[in-house]
């Protein structure tokens, strides 16, 4: 499996394999891996990069976060591609931005955002987080802002992507301060935390907030 992904890596950034075919190539290696997420992590990894480099905005959001979901724990600065919290970030609101365009929606005037975000179906869940991705950070209103963190946080949740949300929030340029995370989001972190033992980042998050 090494030697596979090194050699779809190498043909992917030398530009002698198609990135579509590394993007197929790289997808089964790690769903073939899922049992073992040190080998798994790096191939959902090329899997975002191979879907960045073929122009396909879901498979690189589907990559990214089951990549950010093994990240913590198995990354490591050997290997040789890996991914980052704002990567992610950067794929939610292009996508959003990319379809909204097309719908001929203006940034500023949620309730279209908001609809179209809602119209999303269950097994279109990413599509409705970037969406919600968009609104948490360029809603024109706190309402829409608050209500769309509310439901980007539930949906990763509810999809067991608690490591993503974790990664969205702690480890993104975007938030290089816990004081500017969302009160409901450290609420939610401080729930899977404490679910899974993890006492310090409980502190952590939980830190000056005052409600119960």
């Known amino acids: 499996h090494d030697g596979q992904m090194i050699s779809l890596l190498a043909g992917l950034r030398a530009g002698t394999l198609a990135p579509s075919s590394v993007l197929t190539r790289a997808q089964k290696l790690a769903e073939e891996t899922g049992n073992r997420p040190a080998l798994s992590y790096p191939a959902w990894a090329l899997t975002a990069e191979a879907a960045a480099r073929a122009k ?16 913590r724990a198995h990354a490591s600065p050997e290997q040789l591609v890996g991914v980052r919290a704002d990567e992610l970030w950067d794929a939610y609101l292009r996508y959003a931005e990319g379809i909204g365009n097309d719908a001929r929606l203006l940034i500023g005037n949620d309730a279209p955002w908001l609809k179209k975000a809602e119209a999303w179906t269950r097994d279109e869940t990413m599509q409705a987080r970037a969406f919600y991705a968009l609104l948490a950070t360029q809603g024109a209103s706190a309402d829409t802002r608050r ?46 935390a404490l679910a899974g033992y993890d006492i310090a980042l409980a502190a952590r998050v939980m830190q000056g907030l005052e409600t119960p």
């Open 147 to 192: 209500l769309a963190v509310t439901r980007l946080t539930d949906s990763l949740i509810e999809d067991g992507r608690g490591e993503v949300l974790r990664a969205l929030y702690t480890a993104s340029d975007r938030y290089p301060d816990l004081a500017a995370v969302p009160d409901y989001v450290r609420y939610r972190l401080a729930d899977l």
């Open 56 to 71: 396909d905005p879901v498979r690189r959001i589907y990559a990214l976060e089951r990549a950010l979901t093994l990240a």
